[in-house]
């Protein structure tokens, strides 16, 4: 008879009831929502001023085919996209990139500016983005301007290949890239929810206290004749009550 017991009320532990739970997370809403609030108002001050706003600027260059004729065949096609590859190696190497510190006057060094700077070909076609990021906009778009002026320049004595063309100068961003408060929020009252809701339930996982007649019948698998209510003495209350004001 004890074994059984015992089975039971290991049984019982190991069981979540997810509609309990529920309710007890009901009970607790205004902690919830409050803590979920802070979160949500949390990420969106953290955002606007501990976060230095990044703007990007975009260039775009043209890969011209190899051959010089005026009809471009599959060989000049194919030719055009392995250049591409070529070219976002060669732009980000260290010649090009001290001569554009040099041009503009950067307080940055080879590494720092190699981080700001990124080429990808566009997929299908022969043109490629070049996309600078910096906290001064105006700043981008000279070094995404330059940059191509340089792959102009560069490459065909590098390579010994026609120049590519620049099919779109950058222009000065006006609205920053990053970083994004609405993503930041919204992180921010997930986060704030899942650790709240994770507190309580494992307060509510660790609590093993008996409640009710149904906790009885729940650990033991009998259910209780009676409850028996604990008596107080209203006087004694009164006393203690008087004694701690």
Not at 81 to 103: A, F, H, Q, V
Not at 124 to 141: F, G, I, M, Q, Y
Not at 170 to 181: C, M, N, R
Not at 186 to 207: E, H, K, N, S
Request: aromatic content about 4%; charged content about 25%; hydrophobic content about 40%.
């Amino acid at each position: 008879m004890d074994q059984s017991r015992e089975n039971i009320i290991e049984d019982s532990q190991d069981e979540i009831d997810i509609g309990e739970l529920l309710r007890y997370l009901k009970t607790k809403w205004i902690v919830i929502v409050a803590v979920f609030l802070i979160g949500v108002i949390g990420a969106g001050v953290g955002t606007k001023c501990l976060i230095t706003p990044k703007y990007t600027a975009v260039s775009k260059l043209y890969v011209v085919s190899a051959s010089g004729k005026n009809i471009v065949n599959l060989d000049d096609l194919r030719l055009g996209t392995t250049l591409s590859s070529d070219y976002t190696e060669l732009l980000k190497t260290r010649p090009i990139c001290n001569e554009i510190i040099s041009d503009l006057g950067l307080d940055y060094t080879v590494g720092q500016l190699k981080s700001m700077i990124s080429i990808v070909p566009i997929e299908d076609t022969r043109l490629l983005t070049v996309s600078v990021v910096s906290a001064d906009p105006e700043e981008a778009k000279n070094i995404a301007n330059t940059l191509a002026d340089k792959a102009v320049t560069y490459l065909p004595k590098l390579m010994g290949i026609s120049a590519p063309n620049i099919a779109e100068e950058a222009i000065t961003p006006a609205v920053p890239s990053s970083p994004s408060t609405k993503k930041n929020v919204a992180l921010g009252g997930i986060l704030a929810l899942a650790l709240i809701v994770g507190i309580y339930t494992v307060r509510f996982l660790m609590d093993d206290t008996v409640k009710t007649a149904e906790d009885v019948e729940k650990i033991i698998g009998v259910m209780p004749l009676t409850v028996i209510l604990e008596y107080q003495d209203k006087d004694k209350k009164k006393q203690g009550r008087h004694r701690r004001k």
